[in-house]
């Protein structure tokens, strides 16, 4: 089965660049989308189709997707990103990555 | 704007069957082409896609749960179900009904419910 590998956390400081990475075999072959999930709430949408974000999130999220990795960048990091962030693609059904904790302090 | 709500017991007794439904509102399950999904969150893990169904009535499940699961539409009540049988305490869990958008490989999720913890216990 397709697995798609993330480190399980991550911390930066406010104001610095957060860069979560999601590892699978020719996952850039594939589309892979990005979720951000707060302590109690349902997850949101943050990136999909590599690189395309929904209508209402921040300009400082972005997306890519190369060779095996696809990476979420979260530039000048805010408190409020504090969450967990899921990449997700399809390989003959849907699969999501293990998550990562983003601490920002 | 499209909401989703999930509904049901919060309670399932082991080897009992976990019922859920989503009722979807600010748009027709028909429209757009969209599929609807089941997805689970176990405390402290990650997210498992469950399965998902097309308004047209045909299904598609994670094979890791095919054997338990039954994904049902009721266009006239705008809602789609879920039945897991045989419960375990694993599949105690947060359970998101979502809608999926799926074409030429791609696959993303943009609406979610606000998910319903059902936990599986004597």
């Known amino acids: 089965s397709y697995d798609l590998t993330q480190p399980p956390s991550l911390s930066v400081s406010p104001g610095q660049t957060a860069s979560i990475t999601c590892s699978g075999d020719?996952?850039?072959?594939?589309?892979a989308s990005w979720y951000q999930q707060k302590a109690g709430q349902s997850p949101v949408l943050l990136i999909y189709d590599d690189t395309k974000r929904p209508s209402g999130i921040p300009e400082r999220f972005s997306g890519s997707n190369s060779g095996n990795t696809a990476t979420l960048t979260i530039s000048g990091t805010q408190p409020m990103d504090e969450a967990d962030y899921y990449c997700?693609?399809?390989?003959?059904?849907?699969?999501f990555g293990g998550g990562t904790k983003l601490t920002v302090l | 704007q499209v909401q989703l709500q999930e509904s049901g017991p919060g309670l399932v007794k082991p080897s009992q069957t976990l019922s859920l439904t989503c009722t979807v509102s600010g748009g027709s399950l028909y429209s757009g082409g969209y599929y609807w999904s089941w997805i689970r969150h176990h405390p402290g893990k990650g997210l498992e896609w469950i399965g998902y169904i097309y308004p047209s009535g045909s299904t598609y499940y994670s094979p890791s749960l095919k054997s338990r699961v039954t994904i049902s539409v009721d266009t006239s009540k705008n809602e789609f179900s879920l039945k897991l049988n045989s419960v375990t305490a694993a599949d105690t869990a947060v359970y998101y009904c979502a809608r999926e958008t799926m074409e030429a490989g791609k696959s993303y999720f943009d609406y979610w419910g606000q998910g319903t913890l059902v936990t599986v216990s004597s």
């Open positions: 997700q693609t399809w390989d003959s059904r849907v699969v």
């Open positions: 020719k996952l850039g072959n594939k589309y």
